[in-house]
């Protein structure tokens, strides 16, 4: 059945995005010492996420904020204030009213940013032909250090990232949910896909690519593949999120993802 635009459609898709990064940082923050300086607190059902060693913005957030408790809006910036660390909202329409935007305007914050949420029932993307050239498998446990390679050239990241990257994400190969996927054009490894489920829902958490390789239709395939893995797994919905007009927006719009929503961003003025 079709999911049409509604503010329970947009409960699903904002909960799947907190429910992958709530189980990514708790399992960051189990290793012994907790060495990421990983601290996760709610106000009311608002959850904010914070790393003293991993400054990057997706760490360090608020997410599932609501009209509904604008009462903590100073309780949460103190958090982050006693931590050193500049106060992030992530707002997703319907469940944030002019109230709310004009008291987070009133303590100097501003819409720094937006981000788009998309969804598709699984039986419904389009799973047309894989490129023959393409071949995607799923990241066996002995090939972190090689997932890591391909996440940092995708995204820009320095090579001195890779060991770090390749821990980081290792801790979640045997966590319930995780699937993570490589894909190769003419055998090479060339890009890289992860999905998390949980109960009827697929989030796409992450996807990149080598730049050589790029404009191949790897990520399509990978796409393609997550939501297939999902379907079989008794998805009726997969989610993922992109910045507007990115390739990436291109890419779930082709194979049948369509927009849920525009998340803002509002950040602290300097």
Not at 22 to 37: C, F, H, V, Y
Not at 88 to 103: G, I, N, T
Not at 128 to 142: C, G, K, V
């Amino acid at each position: 059945m079709m999911h049409l635009p509604s503010e329970q459609l947009v409960h699903e898709i904002e909960s799947s995005e907190i429910q992958y990064m709530l189980d990514r940082m708790t399992a960051i923050q189990s290793k012994a010492g907790n060495p990421e300086g990983i601290e996760m607190k709610h106000f009311g059902s608002t959850l904010c996420l914070y790393s003293e060693r991993m400054p990057w913005a997706m760490f360090n957030t608020v997410k599932g904020m609501s009209s509904a408790d604008a009462e903590y809006i100073d309780d949460i910036i103190a958090f982050y204030e006693a931590r050193g660390r500049a106060v992030q909202f992530e707002l997703v329409p319907s469940r944030a009213d002019h109230k709310l935007l004009k008291q987070l305007a009133k303590r100097g914050l501003y819409q720094s940013g937006f981000h788009n949420s998309l969804y598709v029932d699984s039986l419904q993307a389009d799973m047309a032909h894989i490129p023959n050239s393409i071949t995607i498998q799923e990241l066996q446990e002995d090939e972190f250090q090689l997932y890591a390679a391909i996440h940092c050239k995708g995204t820009g990241l320095p090579d001195n990232g890779v060991p770090y990257i390749a821990a980081n994400n290792e801790i979640m190969y045997h966590r319930p949910g995780w699937k993570y996927f490589l894909a190769y054009d003419d055998q090479v490894p060339a890009a890289v896909g992860v999905m998390f489920i949980q109960g009827a829902v697929a989030s796409l958490t992450f996807a990149a690519t080598l730049p050589e390789y790029r404009g191949r239709g790897l990520q399509q395939a990978l796409l393609k593949r997550r939501i297939w893995e999902a379907m079989e797994r008794g998805c009726r919905l997969v989610v993922g999120q992109c910045a507007y007009l990115s390739q990436s927006h291109r890419n779930m719009e082709r194979v049948g993802m369509k927009l849920g929503y525009i998340r803002t961003t509002w950040s602290k003025q300097d």
